[in-house]
């Protein structure tokens, strides 16, 4: 298993690297530079044809793109601790919260970049 990482400021990749810490999973990992178009290259279009990190390719080839993909993918293979919540009423509330971050304040904290 490798994962395809790119260096902050990028949210995304350190969403994934933030939940893989809490779970105790040491990722091997691969930087894909954004700065320097690494993510538009053949190669790595070739694993994400959207051209966006992060992505975990596993050891039979399949490739997960999309940071909540992948950290759903962890939470199934190491389900402790259980980051998703456990039983419907938990994993409703903590989808509704990370929607909300999403929705809400995602798009002010990237007008700052912009």
Not at 68 to 87: D, K, N, Q, S, W
Request: hydrophobic residues 40%; neutral net charge; contains cysteine.
């Amino acid at each position: 298993m490798i994962f395809f990482d790119s260096p902050n400021p990028a949210p995304n990749p350190r969403r994934v690297r933030i939940f893989a810490h809490e779970k105790g999973i040491t990722l091997p990992s691969q930087t894909v530079s954004i700065i320097k178009r690494e993510q538009k290259s053949p190669e790595f279009t070739a694993l994400n044809p959207r051209g966006q990190t992060p992505a975990l390719q596993l050891d039979d080839g399949t490739v997960i793109a999309e940071s909540v993909a992948i950290c759903r993918y962890l939470e199934g293979m190491h389900p402790e601790p259980p980051l998703f919540g456990t039983g419907a009423l938990e994993q409703a509330m903590v989808e509704m919260w990370s929607r909300r971050v999403e929705m809400i304040l995602m798009l002010p904290i990237g007008a700052v970049w912009v």
